[in-house]
């Protein structure tokens, strides 16, 4: 094959350069303006249950802003999801607070809830005090055990900050990822679902938490007629320019996850019986995982191969594959920091790969990308 073939590509509908043609022609080239309005206003009644959403420069800056609004400060304690891209864990950092880091179960790969219960106790007799806000993660799109995790939280009385970054669209009993917790977190990066280049969405309880997420992401401008400032602020706003590549966007997603979706069952049809290749699928009928990307496990003993020797053969065939993320009690940036492990991540990690699974993976894509995997297995 002459082209590459990659994760996840931007894909356009067309629409977006209307919005942004508008944003111009009005003279609304600021981070405020109808377009971010109106896709606030899409995204409200995609993700529905009566919530509010913010749109702001990133998906990491809502992350931010979230705990910001649960107290989180200097000196607390925050309970992340280990298996992850580093941007879960990073702004609790930024607020001088430290992430404590949770392994996954198998089902979902997500935060493991007995492991979360068993460390809520273990940091209360330590610390004395309760962990700040509980962060899990719905990774790939896939979404975690969110109603057990959100029974502990309330048991515990401790708030939950979901991070929906690559799980717009998923669900969990028919309810979109993102909607269950306090806040919950949305990112259009360039290779998201969907994408304004660069921003995400907090998602928030109501009006009031709108009002508040837009003050502090506008510099904690107080009301007066000079600039007054009682708090710290951040220029976290998204632009009317990317609102309107959003827009533009919003009238694809459907599409996109459908396509998504698709092309991971291409996958699911294509493994089946391959000794030794594990499809990522949603483990029951509750799960309905947007597949942002598709995801496989490569057993040395079975193959012969393992995934990184896979990911050198399928690059110089000219396709893109990613080792799963690496687990953040492992990362040396966080080596330190309090972790509660099973050893699911790391086993994950050593095992896994990222497969192409944009809007622009054709069905004969999937055929060449699964012939390939094929012919990199030596038994
Ligand atoms: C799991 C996860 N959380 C947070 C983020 C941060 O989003 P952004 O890149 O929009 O800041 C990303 C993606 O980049 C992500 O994959």
Redesign the pocket.
């Known amino acids: 094959m002459d082209k590459r073939i990659y994760l996840c590509l931007a894909h356009m509908s067309g629409k977006e350069q209307d919005f942004i043609r508008e944003a111009f022609d009005t003279n609304w080239v600021v981070p405020l303006g109808p377009n971010v309005n109106a896709f606030e206003d899409d995204l409200k009644h995609f993700v529905g249950q009566n919530k509010e959403v913010v749109a702001l420069s990133?998906?990491?800056a809502a992350?931010h802003l979230g705990l910001i609004q649960l107290g989180v400060s200097a000196g607390d304690e925050v309970i992340c999801q280990s298996f992850?891209?580093c941007?879960?864990a990073n702004p609790v950092a930024y607020q001088g607070a430290t992430p404590v880091f949770i392994d996954s179960e198998e089902d979902t790969w997500n935060m493991d809830p007995a492991l979360l219960e068993e460390a809520i106790k273990d940091r209360i007799a330590k610390t004395g005090k309760k962990p700040k806000a509980i962060l899990p993660?719905h990774?790939y799109g896939m979404p975690a055990r969110i109603d057990e995790i959100c029974a502990i939280a309330a048991k515990y009385d401790i708030p939950v900050l979901e991070?929906a970054?690559?799980a717009l669209g998923s669900e969990f009993k028919g309810q979109k990822c993102g909607t269950f917790g306090t806040f919950g977190?949305l990112?259009?990066?360039g290779n998201k679902m969907i994408t304004t280049s660069?921003?995400?969405a907090l998602i928030v309880p109501d009006e009031a938490a709108k009002k508040q997420t837009m003050f502090y992401a506008t510099q904690a401008r107080e009301p007066f007629p000079h600039y007054q400032h009682e708090k710290i602020g951040y220029n976290y706003r998204m632009s009317n320019i990317c609102a309107g590549i959003g827009r533009g966007q919003m009238t694809v997603l459907e599409d996109h996850i459908a396509h998504h979706r698709h092309v991971h069952d291409l996958y699911a049809k294509a493994f089946e019986g391959v000794e030794g290749i594990t499809l990522k699928s949603n483990p029951d009928d509750r799960f309905n995982a947007n597949y942002w990307l598709s995801t496989i496990l490569i057993d040395p003993e079975k193959t012969g191969t393992n995934y990184d020797e896979v990911r050198v053969q399928l690059d110089a065939k000219g396709i893109e594959t990613r080792p799963l993320w690496k687990p953040m009690h492992l990362q040396p940036v966080y080596v330190n920091n309090p972790c509660y492990v099973n050893g699911v991540s790391e086993r994950l990690f050593n095992m896994g790969l990222c497969i192409p699974a944009g809007p622009w993976v054709t069905d004969e894509d999937v055929a060449y990308i699964v012939e390939q995997i094929k012919a990199c297995l030596k038994k």
Request: hydrophobic letters at 45%; a negative charge; proline letters at 0%.
């Open positions: 990133a998906g990491t992350i992850t891209f941007a879960s993660v990774l991070d970054a690559e977190v990112s259009f990066n660069g921003g995400g």
